[in-house]
């Protein structure tokens, strides 16, 4: 976040509750990326005993999300970042551990340039969901946007 300190994966599970409750572990976040995974545990299962499809599309969500704070967060002062659209692709059944990796595809400095320019910018963040063992369940994009804050009415 430009030279800032912050820890990203904190923020966001502060302000997310329930990427708490899945227990939800941010391993790195740095300049547009994000990756952090969910522990293997029975009540996150579904019927073929590996993680819940709620639990990969959540898990991705809040990976795309703290890669756009960690891009874009300094911005929080004049935008909300919100997520528009996603599309999850299901490859093969998740087991164990699952891991996801997002990315934004837009640069700091484009989106930038949409609210100086006063308009809404939107983009999208690709994130790939591995197992274990390194293979890919699950990829999705999450389309995000930055809806400028209104200004205060003088009262």
Known sequence: MCGMSVDIGGLLLDTVPFA??????????????????????????????????????TLAESASGA???????????????????????????????????????????????????GERPVFDVAVEITNADGAVVSALTVTWTLRPNRPARPS
């Open 67 to 117: 890669a756009v704070l960690s891009s874009l967060g300094d911005q929080l002062s004049r935008a909300v970042p919100l997520p528009t659209t996603a599309t999850i692709e299901y490859r093969k059944v998740a087991v164990g551990q699952v891991r996801a990796e997002a990315r934004l595809l837009a640069s700091r400095d484009e989106v930038v340039a949409k609210l100086d320019a």
């Open 20 to 57: 708490r409750t899945l227990g939800i572990v941010f391993d790195t976040v740095a300049d547009g990326r994000a990756v952090c995974h969910v522990p293997d545990r029975p009540e996150l299962h579904n019927h073929v005993s590996g993680p819940h499809a709620g639990v990969l599309f």
